[in-house]
Structures are given as C-alpha cells and as structure tokens.
C-alpha cells in the first residue's frame, strides 16, 4: 500500500502543476505552459520542493481513508477548475491533514506547515491583486514616498504614482510593490528555517523567530522603496534598476538579507 507521505507529495506537486500550468493561457502545448509557469513562479516551486522533501525523507505509515478524504479538494480542484482555485483546495487539503497531524507526522509536519503557507500565498495574492484595486499600491508609495522624501526634495505621492518636480512620474503597479514580493521573502524564510527546526533536537526560541521575521518585513519593505526612490529620482536610474543589472542587484540584496535573517533566527545565546 502507498506510503502517506508520498501520496501527500504527490498530490501537492500535482495540484500545483495544475495552478501554474493553467496560469500560462498562450502556451503552444502543455510542457510549454508547464515549463513557463514553474519559471514565473520560482520561489514558490522552490519551497514546495522542499516541503516535499520533509514529507518523503519522513517515514510514514499506509495510506488511511481519512488522508484520501483530505485530498479531495485538491485533487478535485485541480483537475476541474483553474486561477486561485487549484490553489484553495491546495490550501484546504493541507488544513484537514495539519488538524489531525499532531505527533504522528512528527519532521514531516514542517513539510505540512510549508505546503500550507505555500498555496496560501498563492491564494492571497491573486485576493490582494485582484480585489484590493488600487489600495495595496497606494501603501506602498506612501512608504517609498514617505523615505525618498527624506533625500529628494520636491516629491509627491499621488495614489499609486511618485511625482518629482522635474516632471519624471513614477507609477506603481503590482510587480514593484514590495508588499507583492513580502510573501515571496517569508516563505523562503521559513523554508530556510525549516531544514533545522523540523528536528525535535533543534530549533530556536519563538520570541527570536517572530523578532527576525518581523525585521525581515522591515528590511524589505525598505530595500525596495530604496530602490523605488532611486527609479523616481532619474530615467537613467529607472532604466537601470526596473530591468538591467541594478534590478538582480536588488534582488541578490533581498535573497542576501532573507538568508542573514534565516541565519539569525536560528543561532542560539
């Protein structure tokens, strides 16, 4: 009979094979579509990647009724239905098998925990950028206008856009708004996190996880109005930032402070 865990995997990489497949409606075929939605989507394969290796390295006991119960939503989902929706039976599969988890998953809970975050995350970003209309974004360059302000003079906010007195208007939309890419940051917070506390022998204080993860929002909100003041202050800089090097360099800068911070959350007194 097919181990728990494994079916679990399976059913998790095959929901989401599904969600992002179906994200790509211009795909000539199906690998094509495959291929292109793993691509846009590289964080978040990445910690389904590693949810499914806490799941497989995990020994588990036969496949029980109520597992295949939980996989309904998932599965059923999946097959019939495409956008968010793949992605909320994801979410509601991995909420019923975390209420009955409790001891008997043991590391593989870690695993449980990650595949949860991760379709969530998915979730609540299509909520954010389809429902929230313009909100979210005026957030945000209230944030950034509110630190270049404090090296640029002459900048207004208006909405969703950064003004500048030279007549160079900066307008926000989903992709630049750091609270788009704090998901993104947390996920791979946790799924750093996770190679070491999923051990009953290891782990770290709650008071210094929370701590690290509330200062990696800090940090990424800023590095990003950081660099949303930069692309308002000049065209050059905007050339330069929203698509040529200085672009990776900012995200090497978040993948580095996420790191740090997964690092710091870990070491002990």
Same mark, same amino acid.
């Given at each position: 009979?097919?181990?728990?865990?494994?079916?679990?995997?399976?059913?998790?990489?095959?929901?989401?094979?599904? %969600?992002?497949?179906?994200?790509?409606?211009?795909?000539?075929?199906?690998?094509?579509?495959?291929?292109?939605?793993?691509?846009?989507?590289?964080?978040?394969?990445?910690? @389904?990647?590693?949810?499914?290796?806490?799941?497989?390295?995990?020994?588990?006991?036969?496949?029980?009724?109520? !597992?295949?119960?939980?996989?309904?939503?998932?599965?059923?989902?999946? &097959?019939?239905?495409?956008?968010?929706?793949?992605?909320? +039976? @994801? &979410?509601?599969?991995?909420?019923?098998?975390?209420?009955?988890?409790?001891?008997?998953?043991?590391?593989?809970?870690?695993?449980?925990?990650?595949?949860?975050?991760?379709?969530?995350?998915?979730?609540?970003?299509?909520?954010?950028?389809?429902?929230? +209309?313009? %909100?979210?974004?005026?957030?945000?360059?209230?944030?950034?206008?509110?630190? %270049?302000?404090?090296?640029?003079?002459?900048?207004?906010?208006?909405?969703?856009?950064?003004?500048?007195?030279?007549?160079?208007?900066?307008?926000?939309?989903? =992709?630049?708004?750091?609270?788009?890419? #704090? =998901?993104?940051?947390?996920? #791979?917070?946790?799924?750093?996190?996770?190679?070491?506390?999923?051990?009953?022998?290891? =782990? &770290? &204080?709650?008071?210094?996880?929370?701590?690290?993860?509330?200062?990696?929002?800090?940090?990424?909100?800023?590095?990003?109005?950081?660099?949303?003041? @930069?692309?308002?202050?000049?065209?050059?800089?905007?050339?330069?930032? !929203?698509?040529?090097?200085?672009?990776?360099?900012?995200?090497?800068?978040?993948?580095?402070?996420?790191?740090?911070?997964?690092?710091?959350?870990?070491?002990?007194?």
């Amino acid at each position: 009979m097919m181990s728990r865990n494994i079916f679990v995997a399976l059913v998790m990489i095959v929901a989401a094979c599904a %969600a992002t497949s179906r994200a790509v409606p211009d795909a000539a075929d199906a690998v094509g579509a495959l291929t292109h939605g793993v691509f846009d989507h590289k964080v978040l394969w990445l910690c @389904l990647t590693i949810a499914a290796w806490h799941l497989l390295r995990t020994p588990s006991p036969p496949l029980q009724l109520y !597992h295949l119960l939980a996989a309904f939503p998932a599965i059923f989902l999946a &097959s019939s239905s495409y956008g968010m929706w793949p992605w909320i +039976g @994801l &979410s509601f599969t991995f909420s019923m098998l975390l209420l009955r988890a409790g001891e008997a998953w043991g590391p593989a809970s870690a695993g449980l925990l990650l595949g949860l975050m991760a379709a969530l995350h998915a979730v609540s970003v299509g909520v954010l950028s389809n429902l929230s +209309g313009d %909100a979210v974004l005026e957030i945000d360059a209230w944030i950034a206008g509110s630190l %270049a302000g404090l090296f640029l003079q002459g900048l207004a906010v208006q909405g969703t856009a950064l003004q500048y007195l030279d007549g160079h208007m900066l307008v926000l939309v989903w =992709g630049c708004s750091s609270l788009s890419n #704090l =998901g993104d940051v947390l996920l #791979l917070f946790w799924a750093g996190v996770s190679f070491f506390t999923a051990n009953a022998k290891s =782990g &770290s &204080s709650k008071g210094r996880l929370f701590f690290c993860c509330f200062l990696l929002v800090c940090l990424t909100v800023a590095l990003n109005a950081i660099r949303l003041a @930069l692309m308002v202050a000049d065209a050059e800089y905007y050339a330069y930032l !929203h698509a040529g090097d200085g672009a990776a360099l900012f995200r090497m800068a978040t993948l580095g402070v996420t790191a740090t911070m997964s690092v710091a959350a870990l070491s002990h007194d």
